[in-house]
């Protein structure tokens, strides 16, 4: 049972547009959402996160819109870089049943290439 | 700061053996999570360790278990492996309760089961 689900194995953007990773999830109890970008030989690393009660947030070149009807999120990079070559991984936790111990479920990635 | 290590990095074994994986969290982190990653997917929740306690459990065997020192370092054992236990194994350190989400990721331990 795929609880979230990141459909675009891959995705290839030019410098300097924009890239949009997208993933869905379908757990409602799911209440707060994270985006992990991983390098061949180390492990992922945080990027941005988004809780429930919110359906946007921004951190420099990077924001996640979350649409809680759809059960869908989304990132997005603008500009792109080359150095933003990466697996990305989507995530969500639940604090439901009063345990907030931050067990993650994530998605399968998507390789993001960013062509000079 | 150290960040979460990992050790070893590399590991091969024969199927019926035992692994023994370590983890040390970042430093000022009381919670270790263990995941697993095969080819291709997403990192799994095995589970996860707090206050020298397994919190909460993904759905894995028994075969794997795991412990959690008083300075908060852990170790994941598989015993009984299988060829499909080959894979990455990450571990992950987070401050509970503060931010359990926050998880910071070590570099894993690549097992091969052959």
């Known amino acids: 049972d795929q609880q979230v689900k990141q459909n675009s194995p891959s995705l290839s953007v030019q410098e300097g547009r924009i890239s949009i990773l997208n993933c869905d999830y379908t757990?409602?109890?799911?209440?707060?959402f994270l985006w992990y970008k991983k390098y061949p030989a180390e492990g992922p690393t945080f990027l941005i996160s988004?809780?429930?009660?919110?359906d946007k947030n921004e951190d420099g070149r990077f924001t996640v819109f979350l649409n809680k009807s759809a059960k869908h999120l989304s990132l997005h990079i603008v500009p792109s870089q080359p150095g933003d070559s990466a697996v990305y991984f989507c995530a969500a936790s639940s604090a439901a049943g009063g345990t907030s111990y931050g067990k993650l479920t994530f998605g399968q990635g998507t390789i993001l290439t960013v062509h000079p | 700061d150290a960040g979460v290590t990992q050790s070893p990095t590399h590991l091969i074994k024969t199927r019926g053996q035992q692994v023994t994986l370590r983890c040390s969290p970042k430093s000022g982190h009381d919670t270790v999570s263990w995941y697993q990653q095969a080819l291709g997917q997403g990192p799994q929740f095995i589970f996860q360790?707090?206050?020298?306690?397994?919190?909460q459990r993904g759905n894995f065997p028994d075969r794997f278990s795991g412990h959690q020192f008083p300075n908060y370092s852990s170790e994941l054992n598989v015993n009984a492996l299988l060829l499909g236990d080959s894979a990455l194994y990450l571990c992950?350190?987070?401050?509970?309760?503060?931010?359990?989400?926050?998880?910071?990721f070590g570099p894993g331990t690549r097992l091969t089961v052959t």
């Open positions: 360790y707090y206050e020298e306690e397994e919190r």
């Open positions: 757990n409602s109890m799911f209440d707060y």
């Open positions: 988004i809780s429930s009660i919110k």
């Open positions: 992950a350190s987070s401050l509970v309760p503060v931010y359990p989400y926050e998880q910071y």
